[in-house]
């Protein structure tokens, strides 16, 4: 029997066009947005880019598929993970390809760099040759001498018993001293309401002889042969001040002579400054965004009247670069300005009058580098890392062994109008 040759193909027909679409469909299902890379995902990324670096030093290409993997900042985030490899000492290929390329983005810390810095040669002493000896005519042979007799061998005298060795002189620990960071007043006593003994210029160094019971003066030597106080938040403090003793019977400031009755009204007068550095502080962990290894990077500047009330309209400087805020102008807030922090210095705060003249104390500097030990203490930045006492934590921020959050710390810094 024969079959009709279209009634053979038009059902293989229809398969193969059945079979089309079904693929259409899978390969078009397929074509989503692909998922969000995790952060070990990242990780592995970068080390690949990292590698491939290494091989073509492309520094374009390395920028463009670092942009791909979607993170706050390239060369910082590169950095990080440089130093990440470099004190857990895995691979150090890899370490040294992480931070080759952190180099070149331009974000080289100070362990980045001491780690790519070439090793110093040890010099190889040159042999000197041994000269050669010169002949020496032959010697005469002398007369034999008389003998001469014996003496008797003398009597022996006993030893002295060994003496009992002077202990060792134990090492004295290191002054601990203040350094000026700008001109600042000294008193004769910790506060202000004693009297004012002189002025102090930045760069100058005083051995610290004593605190008093809150801590935040200390009593310096010597200005002008006598001893004085200067408030602490205006120097910085280096060498072991944990030891300094609390000054005991700190005598009251003088009291205020009441004055005879005035023939006329005198006219006010003002304090030498018109604003004071009342409060400083690093943001504690915990508040807001501040953590053990992250948070903001900024200095928030609060500006308020004798009362505690906010003031606006007032022209606040940041000495790194001179810019100026006005306080409730940048819609942070009533009576508040708000800065960036940098690397390497900078982050002093003060106010000044429409002239640019400042009206107002200095405060310390707040950087992005790791600040003064006693705001990470009290901050609690020694907790994120077990330390059995507070020297071990500050060693380990002098030595900067101990990442903390180097970069994203906020300060605060309160000035009080006097007046």
């Known amino acids: 029997m024969d079959i009709p040759h279209q009634s053979i193909h038009r059902p293989v027909l229809v398969a193969l066009c059945l079979l089309i679409a079904i693929s259409l469909a899978v390969a078009l299902s397929g074509c989503g947005r692909p998922a969000a890379l995790s952060s070990e995902a990242k990780e592995a990324r970068a080390l690949e880019i990292a590698a491939d ?3 073509d030093n492309d520094l374009a290409r390395a920028e463009a598929r670092l942009g791909e993997l979607d993170v706050a900042n390239n060369a910082q985030w ?18 040294h390809q992480l931070a080759s390329l952190a180099q070149a983005l331009g974000c080289s810390s100070e362990r980045v760099a001491r780690y790519l810095a070439p090793p110093t040669p040890t010099p190889v002493a040159t042999p000197t040759a041994e000269p050669t000896p010169t002949p020496q005519p032959p010697m005469p ?6 003998p001469t007799p014996t003496a008797e061998p003398p009597t022996p005298t006993p030893n002295p018993l060994p003496s009992t060795p002077e202990p060792p002189t134990p090492t004295p620990l290191p002054q601990p001293q203040v ?5 600042v007043n000294v008193r004769r006593g910790p506060g202000t309401a004693y009297p004012l003994l002189g002025t102090l210029e930045k760069g100058q160094q005083f051995d610290i002889v004593g605190r008093n019971a809150a801590g935040d003066w200390w009593q310096i030597c010597c200005l002008a042969g006598e001893q004085a106080w200067v408030y602490g938040q205006l120097v910085d403090a280096v060498g072991p001040t944990a030891a300094v003793a609390v000054v005991a019977n700190i005598p009251p400031p003088p009291a205020t002579p009441t004055p005879a009755p005035p023939t006329a009204t005198p006219a006010p007068t003002r304090p030498p400054v018109d ?10 962990v915990g508040q807001d965004a501040q953590r053990c290894n992250a948070g903001e990077n900024s200095i928030w500047v609060y500006v308020v009247d004798p009362a505690g009330n906010p ?9 790194y670069t001179g810019i100026i805020h006005v306080t409730g102008a940048q819609g942070k807030g009533s009576g508040r300005v708000q800065y960036d922090i940098y690397r390497g210095g900078g982050g002093q705060v003060d106010i000044v009058d429409e002239a640019g003249n400042r009206i107002s104390e200095v405060s310390r500097g707040m950087s992005a580098d790791w600040p003064d030990f006693d705001l990470m203490k009290a901050a609690g930045y020694c907790n994120c890392k077990p330390h059995p006492d507070d020297a071990s934590c500050q060693a380990d921020l002098v030595n900067k062994t101990y990442f903390f959050a180097v970069g994203h710390y906020t300060y605060e810094v309160v000035f009080q109008r006097t007046w």
């Open 53 to 55: 670096y290494a091989q």
């Open 179 to 183: 350094v000026v960071k700008s001109s």
């Open 311 to 319: 003031l606006d309209g007032v022209r606040v400087r940041e000495n």
């Open 275 to 284: 604003y004071v550095v009342k409060n400083l502080r690093l943001r504690p």
């Open 141 to 146: 042979t002398p007369e034999l001498p008389t």
């Open 78 to 95: 590169v950095a990080m993970l440089a130093e990440r490899y470099i004190t857990e000492a895995g691979d150090q290929a890899v370490a």
